[in-house]
């Protein structure tokens, strides 16, 4: 676990011109492993899908640099580089009906991204079969279309069609969040036998702090294009520093009707945070525990740990 296999140092990511630009991600570092599965949580607009398209390359960075595996992956680079990035690192979108394309049959869209290369019809349509047949559909289903599936079994297809390209690194974006709670068990269980079998490295990235804690071996809280907290899952959800993951948390449904009728929500007021006069660090306060804080907040969450 040493060697990072991807990391993120101090990437920011502008939208806009002029008095419109801000930066939807704001200095953000992290490091993911091989072989694990890294969470990205935060509410909506707080920049996670815009991380995941810049590590893609659909998102240029304007600040920082992203490394996979030793070699820079942001700013310009040598189109055989491009290349073999596109087949490397693979996403996974949340909706699997807008992100498949309706006219074209299954075996169209999975084999999609091989086009390019040399090799044969009948070779293509093998690993199309193999393909689904990983991801637990029968290899006839290469003829249909995808309004013929449910939405456990288009986002089958939509593994297929990453993993059919053979890649190191998965960013899944909100995987399964367009699912029926019923059948998220199953694809998250499909994720992780592929992940074993395959030694996929994942960026997960979820709204959903609960899925988090199942699927994840790390997770980073993001809030307004910073990530203000990163600990270990079980950290993160037993001993949550930051007043943004607390909230996060404190708004997690309890199967416990007493509980839940008593409860107070937290309100995360990010006005708490005087960083005019006190700029904010990104300290390591307990081994693998990462926290966003002034001098005077990190005071107070070392005496919290
Ligand atoms: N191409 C773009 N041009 C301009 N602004 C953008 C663009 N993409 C995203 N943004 C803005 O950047 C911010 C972060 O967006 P992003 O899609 O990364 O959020 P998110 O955390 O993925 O949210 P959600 O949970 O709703 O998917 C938002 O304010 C969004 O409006
Ligand atoms: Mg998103």
């Given at each position: 676990?040493?060697?990072?296999?991807?990391?993120?140092?101090?990437?920011?990511?502008?939208?806009?011109?002029?008095?419109?630009?801000?930066?939807?991600?704001?200095?953000?570092?992290?490091?993911?492993?091989?072989?694990?599965?890294?969470?990205?949580?935060?509410?909506?607009?707080?920049?996670?899908?815009?991380?995941?398209?810049?590590?893609?390359?659909?998102?240029?960075?304007?600040?920082?640099?992203?490394?996979?595996?030793?070699?820079?992956?942001?700013g310009?680079?040598?189109?055989?580089?491009?290349?073999?990035?596109?087949?490397?690192?693979?996403?996974?979108?949340?909706?699997?009906?807008?992100?498949?394309?309706?006219?074209?049959?299954?075996?169209?869209?999975?084999a999609?991204?091989?086009?390019?290369?040399?090799?044969?019809?009948?070779?293509?349509?093998?690993a199309?079969?193999?393909?689904?047949?990983?991801?637990?559909?029968r290899?006839?289903?290469?003829?249909?279309?995808?309004?013929e599936?449910?939405?456990?079994q288009?986002?089958?297809?939509?593994?297929?069609?990453?993993?059919?390209m053979?890649?190191?690194?998965?960013?899944?974006?909100?995987?399964i969040?367009?699912?029926?709670?019923?059948?998220?068990?199953?694809?998250?269980?499909l994720?992780?036998?592929?992940?074993?079998?395959?030694?996929?490295?994942?960026?997960?990235?979820?709204?959903d702090?609960?899925?988090?804690?199942?699927?994840?071996?790390?997770?980073?809280a993001?809030?307004?294009?910073?990530?203000?907290?990163?600990?270990?899952?079980?950290?993160?959800?037993?001993?949550?520093?930051?007043?943004?993951?607390?909230?996060?948390?404190?708004?997690?449904p309890?199967?416990?009707?007493?509980?839940e009728?008593?409860?107070?929500?937290?309100?995360?007021?990010?006005?708490?945070?005087?960083?005019?006069?006190?700029?904010?660090?990104?300290?390591?306060?307990?081994?693998?525990?990462?926290?966003?804080?002034?001098?005077?907040?990190?005071?107070?969450?070392?005496?919290?740990?």
């Open positions: 676990m040493n060697t990072p296999f991807l990391s993120l140092k101090q990437v920011s990511v502008c939208f806009g011109h002029g008095k419109k630009r801000f930066n939807a991600v704001n200095n953000v570092s992290f490091d993911v492993y091989r072989g694990e599965t890294f969470g990205i949580v935060g509410e909506s607009g707080s920049g996670k899908t815009t991380i995941g398209r810049a590590i893609i390359r659909i998102n240029p960075i304007s600040a920082g640099e992203i490394v996979l595996n030793g070699e820079r992956i942001s310009s680079l040598p189109s055989k580089q491009k290349r073999a990035l596109t087949r490397r690192i693979q996403m996974i979108f949340q909706d699997p009906m807008s992100s498949l394309n309706e006219r074209a049959k299954v075996n169209y869209i999975v999609e991204g091989l086009s390019r290369d040399k090799g044969t019809a009948a070779g293509r349509d093998e199309v079969a193999a393909a689904l047949m990983e991801v637990g559909l290899p006839e289903f290469a003829t249909r279309f995808p309004h599936f449910s939405g456990g288009r986002q089958r297809i939509g593994i297929a069609r990453a993993l059919i053979r890649p190191e690194l998965v960013i899944a974006d909100e995987p969040s367009a699912l029926d709670v019923s059948i998220r068990a199953q694809v998250l269980n994720m992780r036998k592929l992940q074993k079998q395959r030694g996929l490295t994942y960026v997960f990235i979820s709204h702090l609960s899925v988090m804690r199942f699927i994840c071996d790390r997770v980073a993001i809030h307004h294009g910073r990530i203000v907290e990163l600990a270990g899952a079980e950290t993160l959800f037993t001993r949550p520093l930051h007043p943004y993951t607390r909230s996060l948390l404190s708004a997690i309890l199967p416990d009707p007493e509980h009728r008593h409860k107070q929500v937290l309100v995360y007021d990010e006005r708490i945070h005087d960083y005019s006069v006190d700029a904010p660090l990104w300290v390591e306060l307990d081994p693998g525990h990462f926290v966003l804080g002034n001098q005077q907040e990190l005071d107070k969450y070392r005496k919290d740990l």
